[in-house]
């Protein structure tokens, strides 16, 4: 009995490893395809539902490239973007747990490029904006509590919010995410002054409002300079900011479908965070 039981368990694990490593490690003329292929989408899906430690990842492509696995004549391929929570991620992706989106249903990379591989059925549809869109509802929540509930003065809506060096850099292109972040500290700094010194109110602009909401965007509106929900001033930064990248308006108003309110534009939830990159 005991044998029989060290028996299945070696089975158990060898079924998992057949699951866990099929197409991580392929040819440079597949790999070569199958980034053409995801260059044609704008979300996939991760999931191995076979695997040792199942997981379900919606990933919103910011970049896909191949590179050179370091063993033998094998490469891997490469997804940047970000996940659900709006951090930023980078993923060497095995293809046959790859699925893409036509249509409201999920096709598996590997069976769309014609590899061979061993199926592991979805367990889930394919509905990415199920995740994203709870990201829309976590912020109204978050800034109706901090900002209206809890009665936050304008200069701690800044220093809650600033973005970080890293922060810029996922939303600017690197030649002018240093600049923009060394330009948010000395205004920050400039603030700090005028509070200190006694020249900003600090009182509670939000006081007044009993809602908010968030609109939202993505900088490929702004790139294309086709944006009903973007600020004037986001124009200027089409030539700046990256491709991909879902941004929110925080908007305050003192009655529910009220058209006119206090807007604050834009903020974006990176790595567990709201940040705040404010456009005047």
Known sequence: MKFSKIFLSLIFLLSINSYADQ????????AAKAVEYLKTQKEVLLSCTCCEE??????????????????EDFYLVIIEGKN???????RAVDL???????????????????LEYQPCPL?????????????????????????????????????LHQP???????????EFALLYFVSMNMKFCEMANEMLSGEMATENMFAEYRYCFLEEFNTNDIIKKDCPNCVGALFELSETINPNITLYNVVFTKQQNDANGFNISFVTYIDDRWVLFPVN
């Open 164 to 174: 970080s060096l890293k922060d810029c850099m996922a939303i600017f292109k690197q």
């Open 123 to 159: 367990k889930t549809r394919w509905n990415p904006n199920l995740n994203f869109s709870k990201e829309k509802i976590d912020g109204q929540n978050y800034f109706k509590e901090i900002f209206i509930n809890q009665n936050t003065d304008t200069y701690t809506l800044f220093a």
């Open 23 to 30: 197409l991580s490690y392929i040819t440079k003329d597949q």
């Open 96 to 114: 046959a747990y790859v699925f893409i989106g036509k249509q409201g249903n999920a096709y598996n990379l590997a069976s769309e490029l014609n």
């Open 54 to 71: 199942p997981d379900n990842e919606y990933i919103k492509i910011t970049n896909v490239y191949y590179k050179h696995s370091g063993s």
């Open 84 to 90: 659900s929570r709006n951090q930023i991620v980078e």
